[in-house]
T-cell receptor, first 114, second 113 residues
Framework: EAQVTQNPRYLITVTGKKLTVTCSQN?????MSWYRQDPGLGLRQIYY???????DKGDVPEGYKVSRKEKRNFPLILESPSPNQTSLYFC?????????????FGPGTRLTVL | AQSVTQLGSHVSVSEGALVLLRCNYS??????LFWYVQYPNQGLQLLLK??????LVKGINGFEAEFKKSETSFHLTKPSAHMSDAAEYFC???????????FGTGTSLTVIP
C-alpha cells in the first residue's frame, strides 16, 4: 500500500531533550516536506526537500533540523525542544517538484514538550 | 510572498444544503491552488486542485471549486451536504517558481442532521 508513515504517533518529552520524528514514504517520491499544525494557524511548512541531499527552509524552520540521506526517509530533528514546539506534525511527499502535484500526508505526530 | 485567507473558521450547514467554503489568495505570480480535507485524527487528503486550463475543477465526493483570477478566489462548493462531509478543510497555494506551500487556517464544517 502506498503510504507515508511517521513515528512515533504520540510523544511527550521535556525541554531540551533531543528527539527525532521519522518519516518514510514508499512511493519513490522526490519531494518531501514537514509541516506543523496549530489551532488557528493552519499548517505551516517547516522544511522541504526536492531530492536526496537537497533541503530548504519553509516558513518556520527555527528550532528544527532535517536530513535527506535516502530518497524514502526525511527525519525531523529537534535538537533542544521547547514548549512552543508543542504541536501536531505532518510529513508529506509528492512526485517530481511538488509545486503542482498532490501531496500525500502521513497520519501525524502529536508532540508535547513539557 | 504568497498567502491564503479562509473566511469563516467554522461553518454549519444542514444536511442537503449547499456547502460554500471561501478561500482567497494573494500571489504575485500565477498560483497553483488546492483544497485538502482532514477528517478527525487523520492526515490531509486532496479534494481537488487547479493548475492550468479550465477554471472550474471537480474533485472527489462531489466537491468543486472555481478559480477566479479577478477576485483572487478559489471557493469550494458542494450542492448538497452529507453527514460524512463533516471535517476540516484547508485551502493551499503554491507557485511554479518555488516549492513552498502556504495553507490557510482551515474551516471546520459541521453538518446538521
Amino acid at each position: 500500500e502506498a503510504q507515508v508513515t511517521q513515528n512515533p504517533r504520540y510523544l511527550i518529552t521535556v525541554t531540551g531533550k533531543k528527539l527525532t520524528v521519522t518519516c518514510s514514504q514508499n512511493m519513490n517520491h522526490e519531494y518531501m516536506s514537514w509541516y506543523r499544525q496549530d489551532p488557528g494557524l493552519g499548517l505551516r511548512q517547516i522544511y522541504y526537500s526536492m531530492n536526496v541531499e537537497v533541503t530548504d527552509k519553509g516558513d518556520v524552520p527555527e528550532g528544527y533540523k532535517v536530513s535527506r540521506k535516502e530518497k524514502r526517509n526525511f527525519p525531523l530533528i529537534l535538537e533542544s525542544p521547547s514548549p512552543n514546539q508543542t504541536s501536531l506534525y505532518f510529513c508529506a511527499s509528492s512526485p517530481l517538484r511538488g509545486s503542482y502535484n498532490e501531496q500525500f500526508f502521513g497520519p501525524g505526530t502529536r508532540l508535547t514538550v513539557l | 510572498a504568497q498567502s491564503v485567507t479562509q473566511l469563516g473558521s467554522h461553518v454549519s450547514v444542514s444536511e442537503g444544503a449547499l456547502v460554500l467554503l471561501r478561500c482567497n489568495y494573494s500571489s504575485s505570480v500565477p498560483p497553483y491552488l488546492f483544497w485538502y480535507v482532514q477528517y478527525p485524527n487523520q492526515g490531509l487528503q486532496l479534494l481537488l486542485k487547479y493548475t492550468t486550463g479550465a477554471t472550474l475543477v471537480k474533485g472527489i465526493n462531489g466537491f468543486e471549486a472555481e478559480f477566479k483570477k479577478s477576485e483572487t478566489s478559489f471557493h469550494l462548493t458542494k450542492p448538497s451536504a452529507h453527514m460524512s462531509d463533516a471535517a476540516e478543510y484547508f485551502c493551499a497555494v503554491s507557485v511554479n517558481t518555488g516549492n513552498q506551500f502556504y495553507f490557510g487556517t482551515g474551516t471546520s464544517l459541521t453538518v446538521i442532521p
